[in-house]
């Protein structure tokens, strides 16, 4: 099994008419992901990549029985593009734009309020089930069906802990990128929630950085709850430098606060295994399943 998306994810993409979307869309298609139609403004009753594309979301999710979207549009248009995703009552909305301003995904968030729709991101790489769905732009190349959940913060390591779990053999249920935005849609805690839930997720990765409060509310949750899996954590950013912003705008520690350490201890305090270093993920798992 696997969360939020499977094989019977109906998938659109705003935006996918533009390079970026054709190219993030011909691979996903030919990962074996259902994807149904494109949307952009203007262009609805065409063909791209032989696929129908619609003028509106609401148009293309009515018209395919969509139930998600890929939100692939400049940035200073996906904030609205993320409003009309959730206006058409997609369920699942994955937004990998970076540099949307904050005042335009505070109205997203607004937006989400009182919606059954579940945002992922924005500058967020996607969300991936191993030969079932990709929904980003998330590497496939490491990624084998398994029993590891992991969310994550940080694109890159993301691939890192991917080759990882599938070189111990322990593969992947689900891979969930929350964003590198100080304000997204889905965290930590929610992705544990549902990896809890999931029978065939045996143990839970998170990749943690400096800046934000996704591991304090994650250690939050976690002593709230028997959670009956073991959980990994990797937090980078323990030699970063104190208030300056590192790689994007949710890696930022400020007077101290939110530091690697802080969150380390933290999570420690919740029952977490703590890995030291990238290298020693798989590994720290592989020993708490055992």
């Known amino acids: 099994m696997a969360i939020l998306v499977g094989a019977d994810t109906r998938v659109i993409v705003q935006g996918?008419?533009?390079?970026?979307?054709?190219?993030?869309?011909?691979?996903?298609?030919?990962?074996?992901?259902?994807?149904?139609?494109?949307?952009?403004?203007?262009?609805?009753?065409?063909e791209h990549l032989g696929l129908p594309v619609f003028n509106t979301a609401k148009e293309a999710a009515s018209e395919t029985k969509a139930n998600a979207s890929l939100v692939m549009v400049p940035a200073h248009k996906a904030g609205d593009a993320m409003i009309k995703a959730i206006e058409a009552e997609v369920a699942l909305v994955v937004c990998v734009t970076e540099r949307v301003p904050v005042h335009d995904i505070?109205?997203?968030?607004?937006?989400?309020?009182?919606?059954?729709?579940?945002?992922?991101?924005?500058?967020?790489?996607?969300?991936?089930?191993?030969?079932?769905?990709?929904?980003?732009?998330?590497?496939?190349?490491?990624?084998?069906?398994?029993?590891?959940?992991?969310?994550?913060?940080?694109?890159?390591?993301?691939?890192?802990?991917?080759?990882?779990?599938?070189?111990?053999?322990?593969?992947?249920?689900?891979t969930v990128g929350v964003g590198g935005d100080p304000i997204h849609g889905i965290g930590f805690r929610k992705c544990l929630e549902l990896f809890r839930d999931d029978p065939e997720t045996k143990g839970v990765i998170l990749i943690g950085e400096v800046g934000g409060s996704e591991e304090e509310d994650a250690a939050a949750y976690l002593e709230s709850v028997d959670y009956g899996k073991p959980v990994v954590a990797l937090v980078v950013g323990r030699h970063a430098p104190k208030e300056r912003r590192m790689g994007h705008a949710g890696t930022l520690s400020i007077f101290g606060l939110q530091s690697a350490d802080e969150k380390i201890e933290r999570l420690a305090s919740a029952g977490v295994i703590i890995a030291e270093n990238a290298d020693d993920v798989a590994h720290a798992m592989q020993v708490a399943l055992d």
């Open 16 to 46: 996918m008419t533009g390079r970026a979307g054709t190219f993030y869309t011909e691979q996903a298609l030919h990962y074996g992901s259902h994807y149904v139609a494109g949307v952009r403004p203007g262009k609805g009753g065409r």
């Open 106 to 174: 505070s109205r997203v968030k607004a937006a989400l309020a009182g919606s059954d729709t579940i945002l992922i991101g924005p500058n967020s790489q996607g969300i991936l089930t191993p030969n079932a769905c990709k929904i980003g732009v998330m590497p496939t190349t490491d990624a084998t069906p398994g029993s590891i959940g992991i969310a994550s913060r940080s694109a890159s390591l993301t691939s890192e802990i991917l080759a990882q779990t599938t070189a111990y053999g322990l593969g992947q249920s689900t």
